[in-house]
């Protein structure tokens, strides 16, 4: 069965610090990766996916995530950190066996900035 | 935005009364979904639905049922609440039924069971 774990909970920056919030997955097969967003009191939007292709996805907002297949991992990163980024931060992995199926979201990650 | 509407967006019941939440789209979608969100598991599946008329369970189904009577309405229903079943409740739709859909997700409807 496919799954994704997110380390860390909660991770804190400084306002202008990287930010790095880490996804790995597991999969049998090559797998869909994305990375929602969260604000409070709002529903998920879309930052980002890897469907094929290049390994290195741009998404909104200035972040990016590298597909890494030999770590299994889907990182998300943005060079640097603003209040508004503050929110909580989910990666998925989109079910391989069955057309129209959800996505399978990790706990989350909820991401404080400082200034 | 999507246009998704979830109703109602806040309730307080009691243990052993029936509830349900709908989600309204405006986008012709033809995949909907019911996810519940709670501290330390992120999103769980509940229901989804492939077409009116068309529902499978997830992950977490038991105590829930669903109905889509038309392509624009996915109804989740509580038969009889209980307090494990507070929660945020959201709704998703998606168009494609690639592995790439996007899911585009309503405001979130809070459940509280007392």
């Known amino acids: 069965a496919q799954s994704v774990t997110q380390l860390g909970s909660h991770v804190s920056v400084s306002e202008g610090a990287l930010v790095l919030l880490r996804c790995n997955y597991s999969s049998s097969v090559p797998p869909y990766l994305f990375w929602y967003v969260q604000y409070p009191n709002q529903g998920l939007q879309l930052l980002l996916k890897y469907t094929t292709g290049a390994t290195l996805v741009k998404g909104i907002n200035g972040f990016e995530a590298e597909f890494k297949k030999s770590e299994t991992s889907f990182h998300l990163t943005k060079p640097s950190a603003h209040m508004s980024d503050a929110a909580e931060y989910f990666c998925?992995?989109?079910?391989?066996?069955?057309?129209?199926?959800?996505?399978?979201f990790g706990k989350g990650t909820t991401l404080s900035v400082s200034s | 935005d999507a246009g998704i509407t979830q109703s109602p967006r806040h309730k307080v019941t009691e243990t052993g009364t029936p509830v349900t939440l709908r989600c309204h789209q405006t986008e012709n979608h033809r995949y909907m979904y019911w996810y519940r969100q709670d501290p330390g598991h992120g999103l769980r599946l509940i229901h989804y639905?492939?077409?009116?008329?068309?529902?499978d369970k997830g992950e977490v189904s038991d105590g829930y049922s669903v109905s889509r009577s038309k392509t624009e309405d996915f109804l989740l229903t509580l038969e009889s609440a209980t307090s494990s079943q507070t929660s945020v409740y959201f709704c998703?739709?998606?168009?494609?039924?690639?592995?790439?859909?996007?899911?585009?997700f309503g405001e979130g409807s809070r459940l509280t069971v007392l």
């Open positions: 998925a992995v989109s079910p391989y066996n069955q057309a129209g199926t959800a996505l399978i």
């Open positions: 639905s492939y077409g009116v008329k068309d529902t």
């Open positions: 998703a739709i998606s168009r494609d039924s690639g592995r790439d859909g996007e899911l585009f």
